[in-house]
């Protein structure tokens, strides 16, 4: 193209849309937040990763605090929607039917954004604005799934009704995630890569085994 036809550059600082797709910026911030913690990351940190200076991150965030709830946010959505897509998708799944293609999901999930069950080890032992955001975005929507799909007919079960919720609902999440947080120590002891899809399968099968083949009976 002759020099003459070149398009003349706008002036004032790039849009986002411009330079960077917004999306590489809050996978590269989760990466950061789970690897850092919320404390020992920087703005910069992120900036580094994608590649761009400190000021196209600190244009389109107000500060550190609005990237980790808005990667957050990101994350969410995206588990959201997968389960969303499974209700749509199994219509008539209820009881532990739809608890194994939920668990199975979320465990690969888990698998895919790793991300996710560092950054909850991080914070969801405490209580701060930080765990409280997880919750409110991130957990109770996920749980309300779960919820949805105990009411029936898994209430009708005496065994299911000795359990407490808050139990279930914490060895479904705890079993899930554990197999991944001990990647390392798998590997050293048993030679077992969890990243694997051979063994994402398995883990996958065995969490709904365990944990649901006793209602089934």
């Known amino acids: 193209m002759p020099k003459s036809e070149l398009p ?4 004032g600082r790039p849009s986002l849309s411009q330079t960077l797709d917004l999306n590489d910026i809050l996978v590269a911030a989760l990466e ?5 913690g919320y404390d020992g990351a920087q703005l910069k940190d992120v900036a580094q990763k994608v590649g761009v200076t400190n000021p196209l991150i600190s244009y389109r965030f107000e500060n550190k605090e609005d990237l980790w709830k808005k990667s957050m946010s990101f994350l969410g ?5 997968r389960f969303e897509h499974i209700k749509s998708y199994y219509v008539d799944l209820s009881g532990t039917t739809a608890l194994r293609a939920y668990t ?3 465990i690969y999930f888990l698998a895919e954004n790793p991300a996710l069950y560092k950054i909850i080890f991080q914070e ?3 209580e701060n604005w930080r765990s409280t955001f997880l919750i409110e975005q991130l957990f109770t929507p996920v749980i309300w799934f779960g919820e949805k799909s105990i009411e029936a007919p ?3 079960l005496k065994e299911f009704k000795t359990i407490p919720r808050a139990n279930f609902i914490s060895i479904i999440m ?3 995630s554990s197999f991944f947080m001990l990647a390392h120590l798998m590997k050293n002891q048993y030679g077992t890569e969890v990243f694997s899809q051979e063994q994402i399968e398995q883990h996958a099968e065995l969490v709904n085994n365990i944990i ?5 009976e």
């Open 77 to 81: 959505d995206k588990l959201v929607a």
């Open 32 to 36: 950061v937040f789970s690897e850092k």
């Open 154 to 156: 898994l209430d009708g």
């Open 104 to 106: 199975r999901q979320y």
């Open 8 to 11: 003349k550059r706008k002036r």
């Open 212 to 216: 649901f083949k006793q209602f089934e």
């Open 174 to 176: 705890g079993a899930s």
């Open 124 to 126: 969801m032992g405490q």
